[in-house]
């Protein structure tokens, strides 16, 4: 596809259950992000892939978050053990550079609801 | 600390009317500034960018503006559609680091005929 997508678009879990949280950039795209976003607040950062390097995790709010990259290409955010403050939108965005001026191109992101 | 502010937080206007959005932010350095449009269960898309020294950015209907040395910008809308309604966000860029986007709350537009 043209642009960057994920899945599922949906997940409902229940608290204490793992999830996974595919992204599919845009091919080529060197930079990629994962954002979580709060029912009515901006994005916030979670962490930085430079192909398959993570290079900043400094946004992932605990030890139970845990994100990969491992060709490069598509990414993998993981939650174990959800918790209801888990619920939110999780954002993906790619970028061709590295360069704060790239633009960065937004899936269409993952509600997860944690009953 | 760095942030972004974003002023109203909600907005209702009619069909034809214009309207403007603000954003203060206090991000230093500065590198560029975007406006992203929100579509309700969608990813932000970019609307305009501007750097330190363009003071405006058109794009089509959406007119930005934006005032480095007091730290404001604004997105006109003009003639509004039912389809622009929607979440703008201010999205601040510092020059380095890879959380370097600074993103306000928001402004929810709902465009009603």
């Known amino acids: 596809g043209a642009g960057v997508s994920q899945s599922p678009r949906y997940k409902v879990a229940k608290r204490g259950q793992d999830v996974a949280l595919r992204c599919d950039p845009i091919s080529g795209h060197v930079s990629l992000f994962w954002y979580q976003q709060a029912l009515g607040q901006g994005p916030e950062f979670l962490t930085y892939?430079?192909?398959?390097?993570?290079?900043?995790k400094s946004g992932l709010p605990s030890d139970r978050f845990f994100a990969e990259r491992p060709e490069g290409s598509v990414s993998t955010l993981k939650i174990q053990r959800t918790q209801q403050e888990d619920s939110a939108v999780y954002l993906c965005a790619s970028s061709f550079g590295t360069s704060d001026h790239n633009e960065q191109f937004f899936g269409p992101g993952t509600r997860l609801t944690v009953l | 600390k760095n942030q972004v502010e974003q002023s109203p937080q909600s907005l209702i206007i009619l069909e034809g009317k214009n309207c403007t959005l603000q954003?203060?932010?206090?991000?230093?350095?500065?590198?560029?500034l975007r406006w992203y449009k929100q579509d309700t269960g969608r990813g932000p898309v970019s609307l305009t960018i501007m750097t330190f020294s363009e003071n405006t950015k058109s794009n089509g209907r959406y007119t930005a503006t934006l005032d480095a040395d007091t730290k404001q910008s604004s997105l006109h809308i003009t003639a509004s559609q039912l389809s622009d309604s929607a979440s703008y966000i201010c999205v601040v860029s510092a020059p380095t680091g890879a959380n370097n986007l600074f993103f306000g709350t928001g402004t929810r537009l709902t465009v009603i005929p």
């Open positions: 954003c203060n932010y206090t991000v230093s350095p500065f590198s560029n």
């Open positions: 892939f430079q192909n398959e390097a993570q290079l900043d």
